[in-house]
């Protein structure tokens, strides 16, 4: 065999070395991605355990162990929820406030949710935040927003809502133009949202008290139906307490003067906030912004102009057209609710029976002025057709003996 030149042999050998050279550098660079990788997602797994640890992950999953079913959709993986926005996408926010920023995002089972990321946890409530998310996972109620659960693998616990997709109260209240919401959807959202409260107050094993009841809290869903939202500043009090002394937490313009200046919060404060939700309500005016020539806040000038009877001064236009006196009686359930003292307020049921009483009396009047209409109208078309025919108009009226009485209450002769 002829051996080949010994140049060639050494342009081979350095070929073959650059190449292995080359191999190795790639595999040694594949191996430093990948072990760095693995080192990112050890520290990531072990900084979310700390904060489910820190968050107290294990209180929540023993209170909610008792219910398989709950405990298995209440505690929710960061992965999910990342995934679901988009890493939290800044184009998936929907809005923020003062307890945090919410975001759009949909879970793996395809529920449209909204996701509210904290932006300050105070260590030593997350007792009390852990015991708010066992009691509100177990309330089912049309007009609270429905959560789903929560994650603890962050900083801050994030907190998952079903998504309502037609916006607050505030922003259907508050729009350019002299109209907005008709009376009749006013009342009744009114009504809802005291059924919740009333509910949230009384009928759950702990009493919850929502703390920062505020139009812009109360969502409407596509058929306009109540949902109260942002539980964030809730607290629950022992059946065995009438209240608790917290940390001041609320919106001005609706927040419990007593609470504000005791720090006491009882369920009394959301009655106060209701009160200011009415008072919302009936004028169209904005609470947080609103000052009256006499530089006084809306409850101010609203109860002032009750005491003298001028309530028509600041009464929305088209409240005053649409309403009647259902109007009025709400006016005064709304200065009851405000009063200085919280003993003299009502409770929440009692401001719910008012409601549906006065929601039922306008209802009826409702239906009895569409009666009578429909039954003028008929009496019209029997004129007409008589007239047309040429007959008399005795021997055109075939009216049951009911609607004769009917007619004779609504015209008489």
Known sequence: MRELPFPIVLLGLTIGVGIGSGAGLFILALGAVFLTRKIKQRRARTLRQKFFKQNRGHLLQQLVSQKAD?????IIPLAELEKATNNFDNSRELGGGGHGTVYKGILSDLHVVAIKKSNVTVQREIDEFINEVAILSQINHRNVVKLFGCCLETEVPLLVYEFISNGTLYHHLHV?????????????????????????????????????????????????????????????IPAEQNG?????????????????????????????????????????????????????????????????????????AQVMEEGKKEVNE???????????????????RQVEMTLESIR?????????????????????VSWSHAISEGTSLDSTRQYSLEEENLLSSRYPR
């Open 176 to 236: 350019e133009g002299p109209t907005s919401l008709p009376w009749e959807d006013r009342l009744r959202i009114a009504t809802e949202t005291a059924r919740s409260l009333a509910y949230l107050h009384s009928a759950v094993s702990f009493p919850i008290i929502h703390r920062d009841i505020k139009s812009h809290n109360i969502l409407l869903d596509g058929s306009l139906t109540t949902k109260v939202s942002d539980f964030g500043a809730s607290r629950c």
């Open 70 to 74: 709950i405990a298995e959709r209440m």
């Open 360 to 380: 039922s009396s306008s209802l009826q009047q409702e239906v009895l002025h569409s009666v009578s209409t429909k039954k003028s109208k008929e009496l019209h």
């Open 330 to 348: 709400v006016a005064v359930l709304a200065v009851a609710c405000v009063k200085l003292k919280a003993e003299e307020r009502p409770t929440m």
């Open 244 to 316: 608790v002394t917290t940390a001041i937490q609320g919106t001005l313009g609706y927040l419990d003067p007593m609470y504000y200046y005791t720090g006491r919060l009882t369920e009394k404060s959301d009655i106060y906030s209701f009160g200011v939700v009415l008072m919302e309500l009936l004028t169209r005016k904005k609470p947080h912004s609103y000052r009256s020539a006499e530089d006084e806040s809306l409850v101010a000038h609203f109860t002032t102009l009750h005491a003298h009877g001028n309530l028509g001064d600041i009464f929305d």
